[in-house]
T-cell receptor, first 112, second 115 residues
């Protein structure tokens, strides 16, 4: 089946710094990818839809200047958490679809 | 926009008990429906999916789900649970067939199985 790879799986950063998370579709092209955030013991909250070659579409309440999304190729989307704060600590998951969704393994971000 | 409701937040069962987890969605058009499972410390795995055709779909590990269009429901069932089924279960809905359609998740149901 299709594979989506996410990197890094874990990252710890200092407050005020920026962190970039990569999401790659390994064996298919994805013009659209999705970024989710999962809080502990909570569901996945869709943050934004990443569109290859154009601007991302953000869900209501998600700060686009804080969560920068770049989808420069058909196999790579990146999420950059800018000026990270402890409240940004969370589990971030990307996905890409064919007829179903394939998820990356997630990135555990801890901001200290 | 579509939405998903999972009514059971935490279900506790004994081994060999039967399971049914409720899922209702809201969307007026064609939907694709999914159940995902997340075992402790692991990422999401697809249990089963419904696109069209037979409304009773069978998935992995003995799970099945029935799409009832009139009730906007897609409940997950398993006749006899095992301790290894302890996990978080998420119902999800995708509007239409396009790969650009987003998937919206329900709030999840935590299933705890007593050995």
């Amino acid at each position: 089946g299709a594979v989506v790879s996410q990197h890094p799986s874990r990252v710890i950063c200092k407050s005020g710094t920026s962190v970039k998370i990569e999401c790659r579709s390994l064996d298919f092209q994805a013009t659209t990818m999705f970024w989710y955030r999962q809080f502990p013991k909570k569901s996945l909250m869709l943050m934004a839809t990443s569109n290859e070659g154009s601007k991302a579409t953000y869900e209501q309440g998600v700060e686009k200047d804080k969560f920068l999304i770049n989808h420069a190729s058909l196999t790579l989307s990146t999420l950059t958490v800018t000026s990270a704060h402890p409240e940004d600590s969370s589990f971030y998951i990307c996905s890409a679809h064919t007829t179903e969704a394939f998820f990356g393994q997630g990135t555990r971000l801890t901001v200290v | 926009a579509q939405s998903v409701s999972q009514h059971n937040h935490h279900v506790i069962l004994s081994e060999a008990a039967s399971l049914e987890l409720g899922c209702n969605y809201s969307y007026g058009g064609t939907v694709n429906l999914f159940w995902y499972v997340q075992y402790p410390g692991q990422h999401l795995q697809l249990l089963l999916k419904y696109f069209s055709g037979d409304p009773l779909v069978k998935g992995i590990k003995g799970f099945e789900a029935e799409f009832i269009k009139s009730k906007f429901s897609f409940n997950l069932r398993k006749p006899s649970v095992q301790w290894s089924d302890t996990a978080e279960y998420f119902c999800a809905v995708k509007a239409g067939y396009s790969s650009a359609s987003k998937i919206i998740f329900g709030s999840g149901t935590r299933l705890s199985i007593r050995p």
